[in-house]
Structure formats: C-alpha cells, structure tokens
C-alpha cells in the first residue's frame, strides 16, 4: 500500500511544491517509488519535474490513471501531471466529499504499488485540499520560518483536525517542515523554535535553508538532488528524506 501524504498550507509560497518534488525525489533515490501528483491549477510540481501539465486533469480524463503517470528524468520518480484549465480545477472542487472519496479509492487501487504519493495542494484550504486531506494518510505542512507563520499554521491544523474528525479517521499530521530558514536572521531563530515548542517532535529537525541552488531547480526540469547535489539544499533535503524514513 503506498503511503499517501497530503503537502498542504493555505499559505502561498512557502515551499509546499518544493518539498513535494525533493522528498519524492530523495525517496526515489533511497530505491523507493515516489508519485508526485499535482491538484494546484498553477501545475508548479508538474513544469517544476520538467513534465508538461495535462490538457484535462488526469483525475477527470476518465482513463485508467496508471496511465496518466508520466515519467521523470529520473528514475523511480512519476508524476501525474495537474491542468491548468479554470474548468478542471472547479470540476475538481466539486462535490467535496464524493470527490475526497473518490480520490482515496482512484489512489489505492490504481496507484497503490507506488510507495510514495505525494499530493500537491494549493494554497487555500478549498476544496481541493480538503479533498487531499481526505484521501490521505498524512499531512506534511511546509512553513516558512518568518512572521505570520504560526497564523497559517493553526488554520491548517484545524482543517486537518475536522477532516479527521468528520471524514477520515487515519489522517494524521506526519510532519511539519521548517523552510526557507536563514539562520543570520534572528526573527527565523524565533520562529524555528516557537514552532517547536508548540508542536515538539512533529516538527522534523533538519532545516531546510534558503538556497538559491533549490530555487534554480525547477527552471531545469530537475529536484534540487539532481540540479546540484553537493548545495546545502540538496544535502537539507537528503537529510530530511532519512527523518521521513525513520518515521515510516
Ligand atoms: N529553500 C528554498 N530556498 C530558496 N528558494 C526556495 C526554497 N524553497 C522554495 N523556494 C522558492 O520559493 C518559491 C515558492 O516555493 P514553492 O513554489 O515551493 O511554494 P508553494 O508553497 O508551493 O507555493 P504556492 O502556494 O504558490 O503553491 C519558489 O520560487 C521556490 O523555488
Ligand atoms: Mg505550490
């Protein structure tokens, strides 16, 4: 069975799609198979893997989704590429709990011999990532270390809380990744362990810095593992992949 893990914040920009792509990139060269499947209308993870979004979202296209799976450059990592057409995402929002249902059913039984399914979400807590969060397992929620951050945090966790309560009982929140960190900055320090405090071993421990080399990646096609693999964001995101290893 894959493990099906929802990369959710309603906040814009915080390395949602970023760490989607790493650690399923980081997954797949630990031996792995990692499925990166978008639902962000922006299809940010599918252009960000060098794959070209889909004219109808896979999800609605009406084929086998196995199908549909596209594969990277490098091996054992796949995406099911997202659509950027206004009327698949609405379609997609439809109905939310048939859809979240859906969803689970599609995942489990046509891509479950993937280990790893990584669900893309937008920023907003809609209903294309309440439908996530209902197929889910888990929750990763990237945040960026900066003011505000606790904010979006707690509207998130709550969404996950009555997702839990209301509709889907093994949701859990798997981790909490602290991105963009710039450890000269004072404010970040603060923020990191507020964070950390509040949440303690939710939190993974690595700290993913602000590096320029994570931000270039996507512009080639490529994770950041394969882009630079000797930057400081690569060899973050490899250590984050042994934290999402030791809590498998
Ligand atoms: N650690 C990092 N260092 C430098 N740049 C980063 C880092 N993480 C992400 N970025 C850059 O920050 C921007 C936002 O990241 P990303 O697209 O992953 O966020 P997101 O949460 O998916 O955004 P959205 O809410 O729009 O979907 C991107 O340009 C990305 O390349
Ligand atoms: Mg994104």
Do not use: W
């Given at each position: 069975?894959?493990?099906?893990?929802?990369?959710?914040?309603?906040?814009?920009?915080?390395?949602?799609?970023t760490?989607?792509?790493?650690?399923?990139?980081?997954?797949?060269?630990?031996?792995?198979?990692?499925?990166?499947?978008d639902?962000?209308p922006q299809?940010?993870?599918t252009?960000g893997?060098?794959v070209?979004?889909?004219?109808?979202?896979p999800?609605?296209?009406?084929k086998?989704?196995?199908?549909?799976?596209v594969?990277?450059?490098?091996?054992r990592?796949c995406?099911?590429?997202?659509?950027q057409?206004?009327?698949?995402?609405?379609?997609?929002?439809?109905?939310?709990?048939?859809?979240?249902?859906?969803?689970?059913?599609?995942?489990?039984?046509?891509?479950?011999?993937f280990?790893?399914?990584?669900?893309?979400?937008?920023p907003s807590?809609?209903?294309?990532?309440?439908?996530?969060?209902?197929?889910?397992?888990?929750?990763?929620?990237?945040?960026?270390?900066?003011?505000?951050?606790?904010?979006?945090?707690?509207?998130?966790?709550?969404?996950?809380?009555?997702?839990?309560?209301?509709?889907?009982?093994?949701?859990?929140?798997?981790?909490i990744?602290?991105?963009?960190?710039?450890?000269?900055?004072?404010?970040?320090n603060?923020?990191?362990?507020?964070?950390?405090?509040?949440?303690?071993?939710?939190?993974?421990?690595?700290?993913?810095?602000r590096?320029v080399?994570?931000?270039?990646?996507?512009s080639?096609?490529?994770?950041?593992?394969?882009?630079?693999?000797?930057?400081?964001?690569?060899?973050?995101y490899?250590?984050?992949?042994?934290?999402?290893?030791?809590?498998?």
């Open positions: 069975m894959a493990r099906i893990i929802s990369v959710a914040n309603q906040k814009g920009g915080v390395g949602k799609t760490s989607a792509i790493n650690i399923a990139a980081g997954l797949a060269k630990s031996g792995r198979s990692a499925l990166v499947v639902i962000d299809c940010n993870a252009s893997l060098g070209e979004p889909a004219q109808r979202h999800l609605l296209a009406g086998a989704l196995a199908e549909s799976v594969e990277t450059s490098q091996p990592l995406v099911l590429p997202g659509s057409s206004l009327a698949d995402a609405d379609a997609l929002s439809a109905s939310n709990r048939q859809r979240a249902s859906t969803l689970r059913q599609q995942l489990a039984s046509e891509l479950s011999h280990h790893y399914i990584f669900l893309d979400c937008p807590i809609g209903q294309l990532t309440r439908a996530a969060l209902g197929a889910s397992g888990e929750i990763y929620i990237p945040i960026q270390c900066e003011y505000f951050a606790m904010e979006g945090l707690s509207q998130i966790i709550e969404l996950a809380r009555q997702t839990k309560a209301r509709e889907n009982h093994r949701l859990e929140i798997g981790g990744v602290l991105t963009m960190y710039d450890s000269s900055l004072e404010l970040a603060e923020v990191a362990s507020e964070v950390r405090q509040y949440f303690d071993e939710t939190v993974f421990e690595t700290l993913i810095p590096d080399s994570i931000s270039e990646a996507p080639h096609g490529l994770s950041v593992l394969d882009y630079a693999p000797r930057a400081r964001g690569a060899r973050a490899t250590e984050l992949v042994m934290e999402v290893i030791d809590r498998e």
